[in-house]
C-alpha cells in the first residue's frame, strides 16, 4: 500500500468554523490532490500541488486554501466551513512521468468531515 | 473539457454471474484509461488501466479494452464473487502535466451468494 495519512479521519464541526485536514505521503511523490467525493459527483479535484509551494486550483476549489511546505505534507482548509463542505475527501499523491508514472494517482482512505 | 460517464447503478448480480459495467470518455488527444475500485470504508484502489488505444487492462479477473473508436472502456468480469462487491470509478488522464484525473460518477456493485 502507498503510504498515505489523512487526519483527522472523521470530524463533525459547526458553520463557520475553519477546519484543516492533513495529507501526510511517505513516497516522495512529485504530485498530491485533494478530491472530495459526493453522492452521484463521484469525485471531483479541489486543489493539486506539483512542488514544495506550487499549488493550483481544481473544479470545485471554491471556500478550500491548500499548502505545501514540504514534499510530504499536503494541507487543506476550510477557512470557515458550511454545510456544503460536508463531504468525504480524499488526498491522491502521483510520480511524475518522467520517473516512470503512467498517471495513476494512489489515494488514502479518506476523511469524513460533517458541518453542522 | 473532459468528461466520464458510467452507468448509474446500482447493479445486482448473483454469484457467478457475468459483469460489465459500462463506460465512455470524452477527451482531447489520446488519454489513459483506468478503473478504481473502493470498497466500504476505503479509499480508492487502482483496478486496471490502459494507455493506448487497444491495450487490455487486466486484473483480479477483470478486464477492460481501450476503444478509441467507440470511446469506451467498458469493466468486465466472467464471474463475478461476493467479495467484489464495491463502488466502481472509471477515469480518464489526458496525459496532462499533473496527472489530473477526471472520474465517472462510480457505480455500485452488489453481489448476493
Known amino acids: 500500500d502507498a503510504g498515505i495519512t489523512q487526519s483527522p479521519r472523521h470530524k463533525v464541526t459547526e458553520t463557520g468554523t475553519p477546519v484543516t485536514l492533513r495529507c501526510h505521503q511517505t513516497e516522495n511523490h512529485r504530485y498530491m490532490y485533494w478530491y472530495r467525493q459526493d453522492p452521484g459527483h463521484g469525485l471531483r479535484l479541489i486543489h493539486y500541488?506539483?512542488?514544495?509551494?506550487?499549488?493550483d486550483k481544481g473544479e470545485v476549489s471554491d471556500g478550500y486554501s491548500v499548502s505545501r511546505s514540504k514534499t510530504e505534507d499536503f494541507l487543506l482548509t476550510l477557512e470557515s466551513a458550511t454545510s456544503s463542505q460536508t463531504s468525504v475527501y480524499f488526498c491522491?499523491?502521483?510520480?511524475?512521468?518522467?520517473?516512470?508514472?503512467?498517471?495513476?494517482?494512489?489515494f488514502g482512505e479518506g476523511s469524513r468531515l460533517t458541518v453542522l | 473539457g473532459d468528461s466520464v460517464t458510467q452507468m448509474e447503478g446500482p447493479v445486482t448480480l448473483s454469484e457467478e454471474a457475468f459483469l460489465t459495467i459500462n463506460c465512455t470518455y470524452t477527451a482531447t488527444g489520446y488519454p489513459s484509461l483506468f478503473w478504481y475500485v473502493q470498497y466500504p470504508g476505503e479509499g480508492l484502489q487502482l483496478l486496471l488501466k490502459a494507455t493506448k488505444a487497444d491495450d487490455k487492462g487486466s486484473n483480479k479477473g477483470f478486464e477492460a479494452t481501450y476503444r478509441k473508436e467507440t470511446t469506451s472502456f467498458h469493466l468486465e468480469k466472467g464471474s463475478v464473487q461476493v467479495s467484489d462487491s464495491a463502488v466502481y470509478f472509471c477515469a480518464l488522464s489526458s496525459n496532462n502535466a499533473g496527472n489530473m484525473l477526471t472520474f465517472g460518477g462510480g457505480t455500485r456493485l452488489m453481489v448476493k451468494p
Open positions: 500541488s506539483y512542488g514544495v509551494k506550487d499549488t
Open positions: 491522491a499523491i502521483s510520480e511524475s512521468p518522467a520517473r516512470g508514472s503512467s498517471g495513476e494517482l494512489f
